[in-house]
Protein backbone atom coordinates (compact mmCIF):
# COMPACT_ATOMS: atom_id res chain seq x y z
CA UNK A 1 0.00 0.00 0.00
CA UNK A 2 1.57 3.18 -0.96
CA UNK A 3 -0.43 6.33 0.26
CA UNK A 4 -3.12 7.07 2.86
CA UNK A 5 -6.05 6.90 -0.46
CA UNK A 6 -5.87 2.87 -0.35
CA UNK A 7 -6.28 2.73 3.45
CA UNK A 8 -9.09 4.93 3.42
CA UNK A 9 -10.39 2.33 -0.03
CA UNK A 10 -9.94 -0.53 2.86
CA UNK A 11 -11.75 1.19 5.83
CA UNK A 12 -8.22 1.24 7.74
CA UNK A 13 -8.78 2.74 11.42
CA UNK A 14 -5.64 2.83 14.25
CA UNK A 15 -6.26 3.59 17.75
CA UNK A 16 -3.36 3.89 20.29
CA UNK A 17 -2.55 3.50 23.70
CA UNK A 18 1.02 4.88 24.84
CA UNK A 19 1.91 3.83 28.43
CA UNK A 20 5.13 5.85 29.64
CA UNK A 21 7.08 5.74 33.17
CA UNK A 22 6.72 8.65 35.10
CA UNK A 23 9.94 10.05 36.45
CA UNK A 24 8.68 10.46 40.13
CA UNK A 25 10.65 9.85 43.53
CA UNK A 26 8.44 6.51 44.37
CA UNK A 27 6.33 4.19 42.95
CA UNK A 28 2.68 4.45 42.91
CA UNK A 29 1.38 2.53 46.00
CA UNK A 30 4.67 2.39 48.01
CA UNK A 31 7.99 4.18 49.40
CA UNK A 32 10.20 2.06 46.98
CA UNK A 33 12.26 3.88 44.46
CA UNK A 34 10.87 3.58 40.86
CA UNK A 35 13.82 2.52 39.35
CA UNK A 36 15.15 -0.40 38.22
CA UNK A 37 16.92 -2.69 40.09
CA UNK A 38 21.04 -2.78 39.35
CA UNK A 39 21.94 -6.10 41.43
CA UNK A 40 21.23 -9.63 41.39
CA UNK A 41 18.13 -10.37 42.94
CA UNK A 42 18.59 -11.72 46.87
CA UNK A 43 14.90 -12.69 47.33
CA UNK A 44 12.95 -15.53 45.50
CA UNK A 45 9.67 -16.26 46.15
CA UNK A 46 7.16 -18.68 44.15
CA UNK A 47 3.24 -18.59 43.56
CA UNK A 48 0.35 -20.24 42.14
CA UNK A 49 -2.35 -17.54 41.14
CA UNK A 50 -5.53 -18.25 42.54
CA UNK A 51 -8.22 -15.98 40.63
CA UNK A 52 -11.32 -16.26 42.76
CA UNK A 53 -14.66 -17.68 41.13
CA UNK A 54 -15.85 -14.14 41.26
CA UNK A 55 -13.37 -12.83 39.42
CA UNK A 56 -13.23 -16.40 36.65
CA UNK A 57 -16.88 -15.55 36.42
CA UNK A 58 -16.44 -13.15 34.39
CA UNK A 59 -15.63 -15.72 31.43
CA UNK A 60 -12.95 -14.22 30.27
CA UNK A 61 -11.37 -17.14 27.96
CA UNK A 62 -7.22 -15.41 28.46
CA UNK A 63 -7.85 -15.20 32.07
CA UNK A 64 -9.04 -18.41 32.62
CA UNK A 65 -7.00 -20.07 30.13
CA UNK A 66 -3.86 -18.92 31.99
CA UNK A 67 -5.49 -19.91 34.95
CA UNK A 68 -6.14 -23.79 34.01
CA UNK A 69 -2.44 -23.87 32.30
CA UNK A 70 -1.96 -24.07 36.16
CA UNK A 71 1.44 -21.86 36.16
CA UNK A 72 3.63 -21.50 38.84
CA UNK A 73 5.63 -18.15 39.16
CA UNK A 74 8.95 -17.05 40.84
CA UNK A 75 9.49 -13.83 42.14
CA UNK A 76 12.57 -12.47 41.94
CA UNK A 77 12.75 -9.11 44.43
CA UNK A 78 15.61 -7.29 46.44
CA UNK A 79 15.10 -4.76 49.38
CA UNK A 80 16.01 -2.05 47.62
CA UNK A 81 13.68 -1.77 44.58
CA UNK A 82 10.70 -3.56 46.37
CA UNK A 83 9.30 -4.09 49.57
CA UNK A 84 6.48 -5.86 51.39
CA UNK A 85 3.90 -4.16 49.20
CA UNK A 86 5.29 -5.42 46.01
CA UNK A 87 5.11 -8.68 47.14
CA UNK A 88 1.51 -8.73 48.46
CA UNK A 89 1.94 -9.31 51.93
CA UNK A 90 1.30 -5.49 52.99
CA UNK A 91 -1.56 -3.29 51.49
CA UNK A 92 -0.96 -0.69 49.22
CA UNK A 93 0.04 2.93 50.29
CA UNK A 94 -1.78 6.34 49.50
CA UNK A 95 -1.71 6.80 45.38
CA UNK A 96 1.59 8.67 44.98
CA UNK A 97 0.39 12.25 44.62
CA UNK A 98 3.54 12.95 42.49
CA UNK A 99 2.49 10.92 40.03
CA UNK A 100 -1.48 12.34 39.84
CA UNK A 101 -0.17 15.92 39.41
CA UNK A 102 2.05 14.31 36.36
CA UNK A 103 -1.37 12.69 35.16
CA UNK A 104 -3.36 15.87 35.58
CA UNK A 105 -0.83 17.82 34.31
CA UNK A 106 -0.93 15.58 31.10
CA UNK A 107 -4.71 15.32 31.06
CA UNK A 108 -4.69 19.43 30.78
CA UNK A 109 -2.22 19.29 27.97
CA UNK A 110 -4.42 17.22 26.18
CA UNK A 111 -7.30 19.11 27.17
CA UNK A 112 -9.06 16.19 28.82
CA UNK A 113 -11.56 16.55 30.94
CA UNK A 114 -10.10 15.55 34.67
CA UNK A 115 -12.58 13.38 36.95
CA UNK A 116 -13.82 14.80 40.40
CA UNK A 117 -12.67 12.30 42.50
CA UNK A 118 -9.89 9.15 41.49
CA UNK A 119 -10.97 5.42 41.87
CA UNK A 120 -8.43 3.11 42.05
CA UNK A 121 -9.41 -0.18 40.57
CA UNK A 122 -7.87 -3.82 40.11
CA UNK A 123 -7.74 -5.43 36.38
CA UNK A 124 -7.40 -8.50 36.27
CA UNK A 125 -4.16 -9.68 34.87
CA UNK A 126 -3.27 -13.43 35.79
CA UNK A 127 -0.10 -13.80 33.62
CA UNK A 128 1.79 -13.56 36.80
CA UNK A 129 3.48 -10.01 36.25
CA UNK A 130 1.69 -8.55 39.23
CA UNK A 131 2.06 -11.23 42.40
CA UNK A 132 -2.10 -9.98 43.40
CA UNK A 133 -2.64 -11.24 40.52
CA UNK A 134 -4.12 -7.40 39.08
CA UNK A 135 -2.62 -4.25 37.80
CA UNK A 136 -3.75 -1.16 39.68
CA UNK A 137 -5.28 1.65 37.75
CA UNK A 138 -7.51 4.38 37.82
CA UNK A 139 -8.99 7.08 35.27
CA UNK A 140 -7.75 10.39 35.73
CA UNK A 141 -9.36 12.18 32.89
CA UNK A 142 -11.56 11.82 29.68
CA UNK A 143 -12.75 13.18 26.30
CA UNK A 144 -9.71 15.17 25.30
CA UNK A 145 -8.43 16.01 22.28
CA UNK A 146 -4.76 17.04 20.41
CA UNK A 147 -4.50 18.79 16.79
CA UNK A 148 -2.10 16.71 14.71
CA UNK A 149 -1.20 18.33 11.13
CA UNK A 150 -4.94 20.05 11.24
CA UNK A 151 -6.60 16.46 12.41
CA UNK A 152 -8.97 16.70 15.79
CA UNK A 153 -7.38 13.77 17.20
CA UNK A 154 -9.71 12.94 20.08
CA UNK A 155 -7.90 11.19 23.54
CA UNK A 156 -10.61 9.16 24.89
CA UNK A 157 -8.20 8.37 28.32
CA UNK A 158 -5.68 9.25 30.62
CA UNK A 159 -5.22 6.92 32.78
CA UNK A 160 -2.19 5.98 36.11
CA UNK A 161 -1.28 2.44 36.27
CA UNK A 162 1.31 0.37 38.03
CA UNK A 163 3.72 -1.25 35.78
CA UNK A 164 4.24 -4.93 35.94
CA UNK A 165 6.45 -6.96 36.77
CA UNK A 166 9.00 -7.71 34.21
CA UNK A 167 9.60 -11.32 32.78
CA UNK A 168 12.96 -12.41 33.03
CA UNK A 169 12.68 -16.40 31.99
CA UNK A 170 10.37 -19.38 31.37
CA UNK A 171 10.62 -22.78 31.17
CA UNK A 172 8.00 -25.78 31.30
CA UNK A 173 5.42 -23.87 33.25
CA UNK A 174 7.09 -22.49 35.29
CA UNK A 175 7.81 -18.68 34.68
CA UNK A 176 10.36 -16.16 36.33
CA UNK A 177 9.66 -12.19 37.05
CA UNK A 178 11.61 -9.74 38.64
CA UNK A 179 9.49 -7.11 40.67
CA UNK A 180 11.51 -4.25 40.30
CA UNK A 181 9.84 -2.69 38.11
CA UNK A 182 6.03 -3.55 39.69
CA UNK A 183 4.74 -0.60 40.91
CA UNK A 184 6.43 2.44 38.96
CA UNK A 185 3.99 4.85 37.56
CA UNK A 186 2.66 4.47 33.91
CA UNK A 187 0.46 7.16 32.63
CA UNK A 188 -1.57 5.55 29.76
CA UNK A 189 -2.81 8.26 26.91
CA UNK A 190 -5.26 6.52 24.38
CA UNK A 191 -6.67 7.99 21.11
CA UNK A 192 -10.25 7.26 19.49
CA UNK A 193 -10.37 5.08 16.71
CA UNK A 194 -9.84 7.69 14.06
CA UNK A 195 -6.26 7.79 12.67
CA UNK A 196 -6.84 6.36 8.80
CA UNK A 197 -2.85 5.37 8.34
CA UNK A 198 0.34 3.76 9.70
CA UNK A 199 1.85 7.12 9.16
CA UNK A 200 -0.41 9.39 10.55
CA UNK A 201 0.09 6.75 13.72
CA UNK A 202 3.46 7.81 14.05
CA UNK A 203 2.75 11.81 13.96
CA UNK A 204 0.29 10.76 16.63
CA UNK A 205 2.51 9.02 18.74
CA UNK A 206 4.83 11.47 18.19
CA UNK A 207 2.75 14.55 19.14
CA UNK A 208 1.50 12.50 22.34
CA UNK A 209 5.29 11.98 23.40
CA UNK A 210 6.11 15.79 22.87
CA UNK A 211 3.21 16.42 25.01
CA UNK A 212 4.67 13.94 27.77
CA UNK A 213 8.17 14.85 27.07
CA UNK A 214 6.95 18.54 27.79
CA UNK A 215 5.75 17.67 31.49
CA UNK A 216 9.11 17.02 31.79
CA UNK A 217 8.71 14.10 34.31
CA UNK A 218 8.43 10.95 32.67
CA UNK A 219 11.33 8.48 32.09
CA UNK A 220 13.23 8.35 28.78
CA UNK A 221 14.71 5.44 27.04
CA UNK A 222 13.60 1.63 25.76
CA UNK A 223 11.54 0.04 27.83
CA UNK A 224 9.88 3.27 29.04
CA UNK A 225 7.49 3.57 26.61
CA UNK A 226 5.17 1.08 25.52
CA UNK A 227 2.92 1.38 22.91
CA UNK A 228 -0.52 -0.78 22.00
CA UNK A 229 -2.70 -0.50 18.96
CA UNK A 230 -6.00 -1.02 18.12
CA UNK A 231 -6.01 -1.79 14.53
CA UNK A 232 -9.06 -2.70 12.22
CA UNK A 233 -9.85 -3.16 8.62
CA UNK A 234 -13.98 -2.72 7.18
CA UNK A 235 -14.05 -6.35 5.92
CA UNK A 236 -11.32 -7.58 8.51
CA UNK A 237 -11.47 -7.53 12.34
CA UNK A 238 -10.21 -5.65 15.52
CA UNK A 239 -7.12 -6.20 16.57
CA UNK A 240 -5.17 -5.80 19.40
CA UNK A 241 -1.46 -5.52 19.21
CA UNK A 242 0.78 -5.33 22.34
CA UNK A 243 3.98 -3.58 23.44
CA UNK A 244 5.79 -2.07 20.38
CA UNK A 245 8.16 -0.45 21.94
CA UNK A 246 10.05 2.18 19.36
CA UNK A 247 7.98 4.54 17.52
CA UNK A 248 9.53 3.74 14.44
CA UNK A 249 8.21 0.81 14.41
CA UNK A 250 4.39 1.57 15.08
CA UNK A 251 4.05 2.67 10.94
CA UNK A 252 5.77 -0.50 10.08
CA UNK A 253 3.24 -2.92 12.30
CA UNK A 254 0.72 -1.23 11.07
CA UNK A 255 1.40 -1.92 7.30
CA UNK A 256 2.20 -5.90 7.70
CA UNK A 257 -1.10 -5.96 9.71
CA UNK A 258 -2.68 -4.83 6.97
CA UNK A 259 -1.25 -7.08 4.66
CA UNK A 260 -2.22 -9.69 7.26
CA UNK A 261 -5.51 -8.90 7.31
CA UNK A 262 -5.74 -8.51 3.20
CA UNK A 263 -4.33 -11.99 2.86
CA UNK A 264 -6.50 -13.66 5.27
CA UNK A 265 -9.43 -12.21 3.26
CA UNK A 266 -8.13 -13.50 -0.12
CA UNK A 267 -7.69 -16.70 1.19
CA UNK A 268 -11.29 -16.49 2.56
CA UNK A 269 -12.17 -15.93 -0.96
CA UNK A 270 -10.17 -18.76 -2.38
CA UNK A 271 -11.24 -21.19 -0.18
CA UNK A 272 -15.07 -20.21 -1.14
CA UNK A 273 -14.08 -19.97 -4.46
CA UNK A 274 -12.86 -24.19 -3.70
CA UNK A 275 -16.22 -24.59 -2.26
CA UNK A 276 -14.90 -25.47 0.81
CA UNK A 277 -17.89 -25.04 3.96
CA UNK A 278 -16.92 -25.49 7.71
CA UNK A 279 -18.41 -28.68 8.23
CA UNK A 280 -15.99 -30.06 5.91
CA UNK A 281 -13.35 -29.33 8.61
CA UNK A 282 -13.38 -32.31 11.17
CA UNK A 283 -11.61 -32.70 13.99
CA UNK A 284 -10.96 -36.46 13.30
CA UNK A 285 -7.22 -36.93 14.23
CA UNK A 286 -4.99 -39.88 12.81
CA UNK A 287 -2.62 -41.40 14.40
CA UNK A 288 0.64 -41.67 11.96
CA UNK A 289 2.93 -42.62 14.46
CA UNK A 290 3.66 -46.15 12.63
CA UNK A 291 4.49 -44.61 9.26
CA UNK A 292 7.74 -42.52 11.35
CA UNK A 293 9.05 -46.14 12.69
CA UNK A 294 12.30 -45.15 10.49
CA UNK A 295 12.47 -41.86 10.65
CA UNK A 296 15.24 -39.31 10.51
CA UNK A 297 13.16 -36.60 11.95
CA UNK A 298 14.46 -35.63 15.55
CA UNK A 299 11.44 -34.03 16.79
CA UNK A 300 9.20 -36.87 15.50
CA UNK A 301 11.88 -39.48 16.59
CA UNK A 302 12.29 -37.97 20.26
CA UNK A 303 8.93 -37.45 20.48
CA UNK A 304 7.58 -41.30 19.94
CA UNK A 305 10.78 -42.55 21.85
CA UNK A 306 9.27 -40.81 24.82
CA UNK A 307 5.79 -42.45 24.17
CA UNK A 308 4.35 -39.91 22.86
CA UNK A 309 2.55 -40.02 18.96
CA UNK A 310 2.24 -38.47 16.20
CA UNK A 311 -1.17 -37.08 15.18
CA UNK A 312 -2.54 -35.93 12.13
CA UNK A 313 -5.57 -34.34 10.67
CA UNK A 314 -6.44 -33.02 7.01
CA UNK A 315 -7.92 -29.78 6.30
CA UNK A 316 -9.79 -30.18 3.69
CA UNK A 317 -9.31 -27.47 0.65
CA UNK A 318 -6.00 -26.05 2.15
CA UNK A 319 -3.42 -27.25 -0.34
CA UNK A 320 -0.86 -24.66 -0.88
CA UNK A 321 -2.93 -21.89 1.44
CA UNK A 322 -0.59 -23.29 4.82
CA UNK A 323 2.38 -21.53 2.76
CA UNK A 324 0.85 -18.58 1.83
CA UNK A 325 2.98 -15.28 3.14
CA UNK A 326 0.42 -13.21 5.43
CA UNK A 327 3.46 -10.94 6.29
CA UNK A 328 7.40 -10.86 5.86
CA UNK A 329 8.11 -14.38 7.87
CA UNK A 330 4.66 -15.11 8.75
CA UNK A 331 2.25 -17.27 7.09
CA UNK A 332 -1.06 -19.03 7.25
CA UNK A 333 0.70 -21.93 8.79
CA UNK A 334 2.34 -20.02 11.33
CA UNK A 335 -1.03 -18.40 12.60
CA UNK A 336 -1.50 -22.17 12.87
CA UNK A 337 1.35 -22.92 14.84
CA UNK A 338 0.76 -20.08 17.33
CA UNK A 339 -2.44 -21.49 18.22
CA UNK A 340 -0.82 -24.55 18.67
CA UNK A 341 1.68 -23.37 21.07
CA UNK A 342 -0.77 -21.80 22.77
CA UNK A 343 -3.54 -23.88 23.39
CA UNK A 344 -1.58 -27.14 23.40
CA UNK A 345 1.76 -26.41 24.44
CA UNK A 346 3.69 -27.89 21.42
CA UNK A 347 6.86 -27.42 19.83
CA UNK A 348 5.30 -26.39 16.92
CA UNK A 349 3.22 -28.18 14.15
CA UNK A 350 4.90 -29.71 10.78
CA UNK A 351 1.99 -29.17 7.81
CA UNK A 352 2.61 -30.18 3.70
CA UNK A 353 2.72 -27.22 2.20
CA UNK A 354 6.12 -27.40 4.20
CA UNK A 355 6.99 -30.85 3.72
CA UNK A 356 9.39 -32.70 2.82
CA UNK A 357 11.84 -30.52 5.06
CA UNK A 358 13.01 -30.96 9.09
CA UNK A 359 14.20 -34.58 8.28
CA UNK A 360 11.01 -35.57 7.05
CA UNK A 361 10.81 -37.75 4.21
CA UNK A 362 8.63 -37.66 0.86
CA UNK A 363 7.59 -41.20 1.06
CA UNK A 364 6.35 -40.05 4.94
CA UNK A 365 4.79 -37.12 3.18
CA UNK A 366 2.65 -39.16 1.07
CA UNK A 367 1.75 -41.81 3.57
CA UNK A 368 0.06 -39.16 5.89
CA UNK A 369 -1.64 -38.15 2.75
CA UNK A 370 -2.77 -41.80 2.74
CA UNK A 371 -3.71 -42.24 5.83
CA UNK A 372 -5.99 -39.38 6.20
CA UNK A 373 -7.28 -39.94 2.64
CA UNK A 374 -5.83 -36.44 1.49
CA UNK A 375 -6.71 -35.65 -2.39
CA UNK A 376 -3.90 -33.54 -4.09
CA UNK A 377 -6.17 -30.11 -2.70
CA UNK A 378 -6.00 -30.96 1.13
CA UNK A 379 -3.31 -30.25 3.48
CA UNK A 380 -2.13 -32.36 6.24
CA UNK A 381 -1.39 -30.60 9.72
CA UNK A 382 0.91 -33.01 11.87
CA UNK A 383 2.19 -32.88 15.40
CA UNK A 384 4.32 -34.93 17.10
CA UNK A 385 3.81 -35.03 21.42
CA UNK A 386 2.25 -36.37 24.33
CA UNK A 387 -1.08 -37.42 22.97
CA UNK A 388 -3.14 -34.84 25.18
CA UNK A 389 -0.85 -32.33 24.22
CA UNK A 390 -1.17 -33.20 20.29
CA UNK A 391 -4.56 -33.49 20.61
CA UNK A 392 -5.46 -29.74 21.90
CA UNK A 393 -2.70 -28.73 19.30
CA UNK A 394 -4.74 -30.12 16.83
CA UNK A 395 -7.79 -28.85 17.84
CA UNK A 396 -6.44 -25.61 18.05
CA UNK A 397 -5.70 -25.82 14.01
CA UNK A 398 -8.56 -26.97 13.25
CA UNK A 399 -10.38 -24.28 14.78
CA UNK A 400 -7.96 -21.70 13.72
CA UNK A 401 -8.39 -23.30 9.82
CA UNK A 402 -12.27 -23.14 10.44
CA UNK A 403 -11.93 -19.49 11.36
CA UNK A 404 -10.10 -19.00 8.09
CA UNK A 405 -13.36 -19.46 6.04
CA UNK A 406 -15.22 -16.94 8.47
CA UNK A 407 -12.01 -13.94 7.71
CA UNK A 408 -9.87 -12.18 10.35
CA UNK A 409 -10.22 -13.94 13.71
CA UNK A 410 -10.48 -11.19 16.59
CA UNK A 411 -7.21 -11.25 18.86
CA UNK A 412 -4.17 -9.91 20.48
CA UNK A 413 -1.54 -9.97 19.03
CA UNK A 414 2.44 -9.02 20.60
CA UNK A 415 4.75 -6.78 18.16
CA UNK A 416 8.38 -8.61 17.57
CA UNK A 417 11.12 -6.53 16.92
CA UNK A 418 10.96 -6.75 13.24
CA UNK A 419 7.34 -5.27 13.58
CA UNK A 420 5.44 -8.34 12.44
CA UNK A 421 3.07 -9.69 14.95
CA UNK A 422 2.24 -13.11 16.69
CA UNK A 423 -0.91 -14.36 17.69
CA UNK A 424 -0.34 -13.91 22.01
CA UNK A 425 -4.02 -14.84 23.41
CA UNK A 426 -8.15 -14.25 22.35
CA UNK A 427 -8.80 -10.54 23.03
CA UNK A 428 -10.37 -10.52 27.10
CA UNK A 429 -13.60 -9.78 27.84
CA UNK A 430 -14.80 -6.25 28.75
CA UNK A 431 -15.62 -6.54 32.84
CA UNK A 432 -12.17 -7.35 34.31
CA UNK A 433 -12.36 -4.32 36.63
CA UNK A 434 -13.12 -4.24 40.27
CA UNK A 435 -12.65 -1.55 42.83
CA UNK A 436 -9.08 -1.58 44.59
CA UNK A 437 -10.83 -1.22 48.57
CA UNK A 438 -7.32 -0.80 49.83
CA UNK A 439 -6.47 2.53 48.73
CA UNK A 440 -9.06 5.17 49.01
CA UNK A 441 -10.46 7.72 46.72
CA UNK A 442 -8.91 10.80 46.00
CA UNK A 443 -10.76 13.97 45.25
CA UNK A 444 -9.31 16.05 42.41
CA UNK A 445 -9.96 20.03 44.04
CA UNK A 446 -10.20 23.01 41.91
CA UNK A 447 -7.05 24.27 43.87
CA UNK A 448 -4.53 20.60 43.07
CA UNK A 449 -5.76 21.71 38.67
CA UNK A 450 -5.20 25.58 39.44
CA UNK A 451 -1.51 24.89 40.92
CA UNK A 452 -0.57 22.40 38.09
CA UNK A 453 -1.86 24.73 35.65
CA UNK A 454 0.50 27.63 37.00
CA UNK A 455 3.42 25.24 36.91
CA UNK A 456 2.53 23.65 33.58
CA UNK A 457 5.27 23.46 31.02
CA UNK A 458 5.27 27.40 28.95
CA UNK A 459 4.24 27.06 25.30
CA UNK A 460 6.85 26.46 22.80
CA UNK A 461 7.24 29.61 21.73
CA UNK A 462 8.40 30.61 25.14
CA UNK A 463 10.54 28.05 25.58
CA UNK A 464 12.31 29.24 21.86
CA UNK A 465 12.96 32.78 23.17
CA UNK A 466 14.16 31.38 26.27
CA UNK A 467 16.69 28.98 24.30
CA UNK A 468 17.28 31.81 21.68
CA UNK A 469 18.13 35.09 24.26
CA UNK A 470 19.09 33.46 27.52
CA UNK A 471 21.14 30.52 26.55
CA UNK A 472 22.38 32.28 23.69
CA UNK A 473 22.04 29.06 21.15
CA UNK A 474 21.61 29.55 16.96
CA UNK A 475 18.50 29.01 15.64
CA UNK A 476 19.34 25.90 14.36
CA UNK A 477 20.51 24.12 17.83
CA UNK A 478 17.52 25.62 19.79
CA UNK A 479 15.09 23.70 17.52
CA UNK A 480 16.84 20.53 17.58
CA UNK A 481 17.19 21.03 21.58
CA UNK A 482 13.47 21.43 21.32
CA UNK A 483 12.52 18.25 19.51
CA UNK A 484 14.81 16.54 21.60
CA UNK A 485 13.82 14.27 24.60
CA UNK A 486 16.82 16.51 26.26
CA UNK A 487 15.83 19.83 27.51
CA UNK A 488 15.38 19.28 30.93
CA UNK A 489 18.37 17.43 30.87
CA UNK A 490 19.95 20.59 28.89
CA UNK A 491 18.34 23.41 31.67
CA UNK A 492 19.63 21.12 34.48
CA UNK A 493 23.25 21.22 33.60
CA UNK A 494 23.62 24.80 32.45
CA UNK A 495 21.96 26.01 35.76
CA UNK A 496 24.88 24.75 37.53
CA UNK A 497 27.43 26.96 35.12
CA UNK A 498 30.36 25.83 34.29
CA UNK A 499 29.69 24.25 30.83
CA UNK A 500 29.07 26.33 27.66
CA UNK A 501 25.16 25.99 26.85
CA UNK A 502 25.82 26.09 23.21
CA UNK A 503 28.59 23.01 23.81
CA UNK A 504 25.93 21.34 26.18
CA UNK A 505 23.44 21.58 23.25
CA UNK A 506 25.42 20.21 20.67
CA UNK A 507 26.19 17.00 22.71
CA UNK A 508 22.35 16.77 23.14
CA UNK A 509 21.06 17.00 20.01
CA UNK A 510 24.19 16.39 17.03
CA UNK A 511 26.68 14.29 18.65
CA UNK A 512 23.97 11.75 20.39
CA UNK A 513 22.17 11.56 16.75
CA UNK A 514 25.33 10.99 15.35
CA UNK A 515 26.31 8.30 17.96
CA UNK A 516 22.77 6.83 17.23
CA UNK A 517 23.49 6.71 13.36
CA UNK A 518 26.46 4.51 14.29
CA UNK A 519 24.43 2.16 15.99
CA UNK A 520 25.31 2.93 19.57
CA UNK A 521 22.29 2.28 22.09
CA UNK A 522 22.04 5.88 23.09
CA UNK A 523 18.55 5.21 24.09
CA UNK A 524 19.35 3.61 26.92
CA UNK A 525 21.50 6.58 28.83
CA UNK A 526 19.22 7.77 31.65
CA UNK A 527 19.57 11.69 32.66
CA UNK A 528 21.54 10.75 35.50
CA UNK A 529 24.38 9.24 32.61
CA UNK A 530 24.05 12.62 30.71
CA UNK A 531 24.38 14.70 33.82
CA UNK A 532 27.34 12.79 35.53
CA UNK A 533 29.14 13.84 32.35
CA UNK A 534 29.00 16.98 32.44
CA UNK A 535 29.61 16.92 35.28
CA UNK A 536 33.16 15.69 35.18
CA UNK A 537 33.82 18.31 32.44
CA UNK A 538 32.40 20.78 34.91
CA UNK A 539 35.01 18.85 37.45
CA UNK A 540 37.39 19.20 35.32
CA UNK A 541 37.97 15.63 35.39
CA UNK A 542 37.77 15.09 31.79
CA UNK A 543 38.03 17.42 28.49
CA UNK A 544 35.05 18.67 26.89
CA UNK A 545 36.04 16.56 23.68
CA UNK A 546 36.03 13.50 25.19
CA UNK A 547 31.90 13.81 25.77
CA UNK A 548 30.91 11.54 22.79
CA UNK A 549 33.44 8.74 23.77
CA UNK A 550 32.10 8.70 27.34
CA UNK A 551 28.80 8.67 26.54
CA UNK A 552 29.25 6.15 23.61
CA UNK A 553 30.77 3.85 26.29
CA UNK A 554 28.42 4.37 29.00
CA UNK A 555 25.66 3.61 26.25
CA UNK A 556 27.43 -0.02 26.69
CA UNK A 557 27.93 0.05 30.58
CA UNK A 558 24.46 1.38 32.02
CA UNK A 559 25.32 -0.20 35.00
CA UNK A 560 28.54 2.05 35.46
CA UNK A 561 30.10 5.17 36.20
CA UNK A 562 31.89 7.62 34.11
CA UNK A 563 34.58 7.66 36.50
CA UNK A 564 34.78 3.91 35.06
CA UNK A 565 34.67 5.31 31.44
CA UNK A 566 37.48 7.89 32.34
CA UNK A 567 39.60 5.61 33.70
CA UNK A 568 38.93 2.60 31.11
CA UNK A 569 38.75 4.53 28.12
CA UNK A 570 42.32 6.05 29.47
CA UNK A 571 40.76 10.22 29.46
CA UNK A 572 42.00 11.00 32.60
CA UNK A 573 42.79 14.79 32.12
CA UNK A 574 46.97 15.59 32.39
CA UNK A 575 48.07 17.53 35.10
CA UNK A 576 49.65 21.32 34.12
CA UNK A 577 52.84 19.79 35.36
CA UNK A 578 52.31 16.66 33.01
CA UNK A 579 51.23 19.73 29.76
CA UNK A 580 54.21 21.64 30.69
CA UNK A 581 56.80 18.73 30.46
CA UNK A 582 54.92 17.92 27.11
CA UNK A 583 54.75 21.32 25.79
CA UNK A 584 58.50 22.03 26.52
CA UNK A 585 59.69 18.63 24.77
CA UNK A 586 57.59 19.71 21.71
CA UNK A 587 59.20 23.50 22.14
CA UNK A 588 62.43 22.04 22.38
CA UNK A 589 62.13 19.50 19.59
CA UNK A 590 61.36 22.41 17.22
CA UNK A 591 63.40 25.35 18.22
CA UNK A 592 64.42 26.61 15.06
CA UNK A 593 60.92 27.45 14.47
CA UNK A 594 61.03 29.60 17.08
CA UNK A 595 64.22 30.98 16.12
CA UNK A 596 62.92 31.91 12.99
CA UNK A 597 59.42 33.08 13.95
CA UNK A 598 59.80 34.13 17.48
CA UNK A 599 55.82 34.26 19.25
CA UNK A 600 54.39 33.62 15.87
CA UNK A 601 55.35 29.88 15.43
CA UNK A 602 52.44 29.94 18.56
CA UNK A 603 49.94 28.00 16.52
CA UNK A 604 52.37 25.62 14.66
CA UNK A 605 53.82 24.60 18.21
CA UNK A 606 49.70 24.68 19.43
CA UNK A 607 49.03 22.55 16.90
CA UNK A 608 51.56 19.94 17.19
CA UNK A 609 51.03 19.71 21.55
CA UNK A 610 47.14 19.24 20.85
CA UNK A 611 47.41 16.70 18.23
CA UNK A 612 49.36 14.67 21.47
CA UNK A 613 46.81 15.51 24.20
CA UNK A 614 43.39 15.91 23.00
CA UNK A 615 40.75 14.68 24.45
CA UNK A 616 43.08 15.03 27.99
CA UNK A 617 43.44 18.63 28.10
CA UNK A 618 41.66 21.86 27.81
CA UNK A 619 42.34 23.76 24.87
CA UNK A 620 42.41 26.51 26.68
CA UNK A 621 44.92 25.67 29.29
CA UNK A 622 47.39 24.55 26.57
CA UNK A 623 47.44 27.74 24.98
CA UNK A 624 48.58 29.65 27.82
CA UNK A 625 50.65 27.44 28.40
CA UNK A 626 52.35 27.33 24.74
CA UNK A 627 52.24 31.17 24.63
CA UNK A 628 53.93 31.57 28.19
CA UNK A 629 56.59 28.99 27.59
CA UNK A 630 57.34 30.39 24.11
CA UNK A 631 57.51 34.26 25.38
CA UNK A 632 60.23 32.80 28.29
CA UNK A 633 62.65 31.44 25.14
CA UNK A 634 62.42 34.32 22.91
CA UNK A 635 63.06 36.83 25.98
CA UNK A 636 65.42 34.66 26.57
CA UNK A 637 67.63 35.00 23.64
ZN1 LIG B 1 7.63 -1.17 47.67
Not at 601 to 615: C, D, L, N, T
Request: hydrophobic share 40%; charged share 30%; proline share 4%.
Amino acid sequence: MANTSDYESIGLKVGIEIHRQLDTKRKLFCDCPATMSETESSTRFLRRLRPTQSELGQVDPAALFEFQKGRAIVYEADEATSCLVEMDEEPPKDLNPEALEIALATSILTNAKPVDEIHVMRKIVIDGSNTTGFQRTCVVAVNGWITVDGKNVPIQQISLEEDAARKTGESGLTVNYRIDRLGIPLVEVSTGPVIASPEETERVAKAIGNILRDTGRVKRGLGTIRQDLNVSLRDGALIEIKGVQELDLLSKAISYEVSRQLQLLRIRGELESRGIKQTQLSDKFVDVSSVFARTKSKVVREALSSGGVALAVKLHGFHGLLGRELAPGLRLGTEMASRATFWGRVGGIFHTDELPAYGISDEEVLSVRQRLDCSEHDAAVLVADSKDKANDALTAVVERARETLVGVPTETRMATADGTTRYMRPRPGASRMYPETDVPPVEVTQEMLASIKATLPPPRETVMKQLLTDYQLNKKLADQLIESEYLEVFRRVCSKGGVAPSFVATVLTENLKSLDRDGVPVDQLTSDHLESVFASIREGKVAKEAAASLLSWLSKNVNRTVEDGIQELGLRMLSEDELRRIVDRVIDANHGLIDKKGEAAHGKIMGMVMSEVRGSADPATVTNIVKARIADKSQKK
